[in-house]
């Protein structure tokens, strides 16, 4: 199988990393991955929306520099892995990237192109931030209540991928030595998938959490769990994330517990509330008292549905934007899938890649460009001009292709 060699593009610069903190040049290499199916239209339309906010509140000054590497079915086309090594490197080493929607080509060898890019490279942080954008059509009465940003734990839970199939020989034999050596009986003609949940992992996702809330001052972290029942994974999480509060943030935060006991429930000036939730209890509370929880932090399968479901109340995951966060590497992503029949009809809503690229162009500390897009996009869906997805349930609205929505987000923007 051949080698990729990616080339730099002329005049662009690597992003540094130094005491904790990304040193970004003017024309920074950003590597991006076009994705498959609708992952060309929708990063044409990204990247002209991107390179539009960037020139137009910089005037010239910045510029990223567009790098492609290869993944999923345009790798496995050029005739190399899904995932090719020289991928993962390019990432590691330029610091901040962006991709599209990607497909698990079949015999590829990975369970998940996604969860292996967030695995190889330690991405331990899913990191879903969903809010309101006015004129968007919502299935709720108040949308405009839900402004959450939700932090997934990303390496771990039974999204490990440590699982056997039903009648397999490993299965067998796990089931007859949980059986037998362990005293839980579990039938031999079962499917066994392990939850393997650390303090390590808990501790940091926790951790970047409460750091957000901190710099973002947001008044509450909600920990995520069904402790209930899951005593010593999910219960543990709930406790190691209330640890590392205490710990490494007692002079910025209270917990619930001692909200109550020392302070009769009256809020301290200053602090940040960590509190907990039930995990089947946090589904409602999302959609009854939205206005209640600005940070949430969760395990890896809770904080898939918590997200996807809190995406339903502000249009769905066509208005959802995604990032996976290392400590020095960033991967940009749309957090939906490819949807392969509307592959190159110039149809589908680019707002989850663009605003994946808003966090992007925050995570560099370029938030003039990311507030101006914001903007632009709202304005242009107030105007309803916008892809089939909205028009469907706006009155009155008139449905553009996908790259005419982005011309019309570059003409909105201020």
């Known amino acids: 199988m051949r080698k990729l060699n990616y080339e730099e593009p002329p005049g662009g610069q690597i992003i540094g990393w130094k005491e904790n903190s990304l040193q970004v040049p003017d024309k920074p290499i950003i590597p991006f991955i076009e994705g498959d199916g609708i992952g060309p239209d929708i990063w044409a339309a990204t ?32 005739g190399v892995s899904a995932l090719p090594d020289e991928t993962l490197e390019a990432i590691r080493k330029y610091r901040v990237a962006i991709k599209g929607p990607l497909t698990t080509p079949v015999g590829g060898g990975f369970r998940s192109l996604n969860v292996s890019l967030r695995q190889l490279l330690d991405l331990y942080a899913c990191v879903r931030p969903v809010r309101y954008y006015g004129g968007t ?123 109550w006991e ?23 509370q999302v959609l009854l008292r939205p206005d209640e929880y600005s940070v949430i932090a969760t395990p890896n399968l ?65 938030t003039e460009a990311a507030q101006a897009i914001k903007a632009a996009l709202e304005k242009t869906i107030l105007s309803k001009v916008v892809t089939y997805d909205l028009a469907r349930q706006l009155d009155g609205a008139c449905e553009v292709k996908c790259s005419v929505f982005a011309q019309k987000i570059i003409e909105n923007l201020a």
């Open 137 to 259: 059509p919502a299935p709720v009465k108040h949308p405009e209540k839900l402004k959450v940003v939700i932090f997934r734990e990303n390496t771990e839970d039974v999204y490990a991928g440590i699982e056997w199939p039903s009648g397999s020989e490993e299965a067998k034999k796990l089931a007859g030595f949980i059986t037998h050596e362990l005293g839980k009986p579990v039938s031999e003609e079962a499917g066994i998938g392990i939850k393997p949940m650390t303090r390590k992992n808990t501790h940091r996702i926790v951790r970047a959490a409460i750091r957000y809330a901190i710099e973002h001052q947001c008044p509450d972290v909600t920990l995520v769990h069904k402790g209930n029942i899951m005593k010593f994974t999910e219960g543990a999480f709930r406790d190691w994330g209330y640890e590392v509060a205490a710990l490494e943030f007692a002079e910025e935060t209270i917990s619930e517990k001692d909200l």
């Open 47 to 78: 990247q002209q929306v991107l390179d539009a906010a960037t020139a137009k509140s910089y005037n010239g000054r910045k510029k990223i520099k567009w790098m492609e590497i290869l993944c999923g079915e345009k790798a496995v086309n050029a």
């Open 262 to 284: 020392k302070y009769a429930g009256k809020m301290p000036e200053g602090k940040i509330l960590i509190k907990d939730r039930i995990a089947d209890a946090m589904f409602q």
């Open 302 to 366: 809770n904080g898939d549905y918590l997200s996807d479901a809190c995406a339903a109340q502000v249009g769905g995951l066509g208005m959802a934007p995604g990032a996976n966060l290392a400590d020095g590497v960033a991967l940009f992503e749309a957090t939906h899938g490819t949807a392969p029949k509307y592959a190159g009809q110039d149809k589908v809503n680019p707002g989850s890649l663009i605003l994946s690229g808003v966090m992007l162009l925050e995570h560099l500390g370029w």
